[in-house]
C-alpha cells in the first residue's frame, strides 16, 4: 500500500505526470532511504484509502517505458492529502465518501461477438493486401 502512494506521490510530482521506470525507481530509492518521517507519511496517507490498488482503479496508467498518472489519480491524492477540517471520525467517512466516488469500477471489456467482429475484419483486409501485392508483382 505505501507503495501505491509513493508512486502517486511521485508521478503527480513530474511534469505531465509521466515518469520513465528508472526515474521512478531512483525517486522510490531515494524515499525508502530517506528515513522514518516518509514511511510514516505514507501509511498515513495510505490507512485513507484501505482499498487503494492503483493500476485496477485507473489512477496510474502504463505506457512505454514508464507510468503516468491520471486525472483520477490526482483526485484520488488530493483527497488523501486533503487536512482534516472536522473530527476524526466524521473525516474518515467522508474521505470514504469522497474516494468512493473516484474509485469506481473498471469498465467492463468488449463482448466477445465484437472481438470477433474486429477480428474477422483484421483477417479480411490483411487477405485484400496480400492479393493486392500478389497482383502488382506479377
Known amino acids: 500500500m505505501n507503495f501505491q502512494v509513493t508512486v502517486l506521490k511521485i508521478l503527480a510530482a513530474y511534469p505531465d505526470g509521466f515518469a520513465v ?3 521512478l525507481k531512483r525517486d522510490m530509492a531515494i524515499l525508502a532511504t530517506s528515513g ?4 510514516d507519511r505514507t501509511r498515513r496517507l495510505a490507512a485513507r484509502v484501505p482499498d487503494l490498488d492503483i493500476w485496477s482503479q485507473g489512477l496510474v496508467e502504463r505506457i512505454s517505458g514508464g507510468w503516468k498518472i491520471t486525472a483520477k489519480g490526482r483526485a484520488a491524492l488530493e483527497i488523501m492529502e486533503a487536512r482534516p477540517a472536522a473530527p476524526e471520525t466524521t473525516q474518515a467517512h467522508s474521505v470514504q465518501d469522497s474516494i468512493a466516488t473516484f474509485l469506481s469500477p473498471v469498465p467492463a471489456l468488449r463482448q466477445p461477438a465484437d472481438r470477433a467482429k474486429r477480428r474477422r475484419e483484421r ?3 490483411r487477405r485484400e493486401a496480400r492479393e493486392r501485392a ?5
Open 36 to 39: 522514518r518521517d516518509w514511511a
Open 134 to 138: 500478389r497482383a502488382n508483382a506479377s
Open 21 to 23: 521506470m528508472d526515474d
Open 123 to 125: 483477417r479480411e483486409r
